[in-house]
């Protein structure tokens, strides 16, 4: 069985205090996107679990968030057979697109289907949770909003189609040390803009020209300069809006169309690590 594990951005990424088991409560909306890794997986003989990925840096053991989630459904569901899994690498690591988390998420759907345990997606939602925090919003896809420490996934009328331009800069994030630095914040502030964000779609006023009003990220007050600098030049090459994804590294550019954008891709490879993506 192949399939696509795909990647997210957020157009809002707002983080409040921490709470008492060390998460931060955040809300953002996000959005699944077409930049994607390709898994395989393989029933074997003997019952064991063996990881491949065409990434090096990317680890095949107990730390591979595939890995911990067949543990997982396993555990739970008595299943004691073999699994051959290669996973095929293109969307980047520590890079604030959901790469590690959606792995796992897809790993797990694949595996509903495969050993016939009719999860419903509330349960998929609730033992991937288990992975990583922005697990669950890949089991739902498409634009949702993301609110607790991240788990709690409301699926949302989709926004339109936007076309997206990513840059990867020569530097990676550790989510754990940006949640950690973002506790030296002063002020912690939650906006309205991810209601408006909603209440602009549902009435279908949202286009890629007004939507730039609208994006927010906390963790942009981190690598200002540096971000400063990657959306100066997706400006320059025709982005009429961009932000940091998640929790960085990578910055994403929406562009008024396909054309726009590729243009810009085709200008930008050469120089930078560059990804063409749409909205899901
Ligand atoms: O949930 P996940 O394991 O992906 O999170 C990685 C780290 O990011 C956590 O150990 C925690 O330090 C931080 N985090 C947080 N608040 C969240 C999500 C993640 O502090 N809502």
């Given at each position: 069985m192949t399939f696509r594990s795909y990647s997210k951005i957020n157009f809002t990424l707002e983080v409040g205090s921490k709470r008492a088991d060390g998460y931060h409560s955040l809300e953002s909306i996000v959005q699944t996107i077409s930049l994607y890794d390709t898994i395989s997986i393989e029933r074997a003989d003997n019952p064991e679990i063996r990881i491949t990925c065409s990434h090096a840096s990317v680890p095949t053991d107990e730390k591979n968030t595939v890995y911990k989630i067949r543990e997982l459904f396993i555990n739970k569901y008595n299943i004691n057979k073999g699994l051959r899994i290669h996973i095929e690498k293109n969307i980047p690591s520590q890079a604030g697109l959901g790469g590690g988390s959606g792995n796992a998420s897809y790993t797990l759907l694949a595996l509903n289907r495969l050993f016939g345990t009719s999860l419903s997606a509330e349960e998929l939602a609730e033992l991937s949770s288990h992975v990583g925090s922005d697990c669950p919003l890949f089991i739902y896809g498409g634009t949702v909003f993301m609110t607790g420490r991240g788990e709690i996934i409301k699926p949302l009328k989709p926004f339109p189609k936007f076309?997206?331009?990513?840059?990867?800069?020569?530097?990676?994030?550790?989510?754990?040390?940006?949640?950690?630095?973002?506790?030296?914040?002063?002020?912690?502030?939650?906006?309205?803009?991810?209601?408006?964000?909603?209440?602009?779609?549902?009435?279908?006023?949202?286009?890629?020209?007004?939507?730039?009003?609208?994006?927010?990220?906390?963790?942009?007050?981190?690598?200002?300069?540096?971000?400063?600098?990657?959306?100066?030049?997706?400006?320059?090459?025709?982005?009429?809006?961009?932000?940091?994804?998640?929790?960085?590294?990578?910055?994403?550019?929406?562009?008024?169309?396909?054309?726009?954008?590729?243009?810009?891709?085709?200008?930008?490879?050469?120089?930078?690590?560059?990804?063409?993506?749409?909205?899901?």
């Open positions: 076309y997206f331009l990513i840059v990867k800069p020569d530097f990676s994030v550790s989510t754990k040390e940006a949640y950690r630095k973002l506790d030296e914040r002063t002020e912690i502030k939650i906006s309205d803009k991810s209601s408006l964000l909603v209440s602009l779609n549902e009435k279908n006023l949202l286009t890629e020209l007004n939507i730039g009003d609208y994006l927010t990220n906390d963790f942009e007050l981190l690598c200002k300069d540096k971000t400063d600098k990657i959306k100066a030049i997706l400006k320059s090459k025709g982005a009429l809006c961009s932000l940091l994804c998640g929790s960085g590294s990578c910055i994403f550019g929406i562009f008024p169309n396909r054309e726009k954008q590729t243009e810009a891709y085709n200008s930008l490879r050469t120089e930078y690590s560059v990804f063409l993506a749409e909205s899901l």
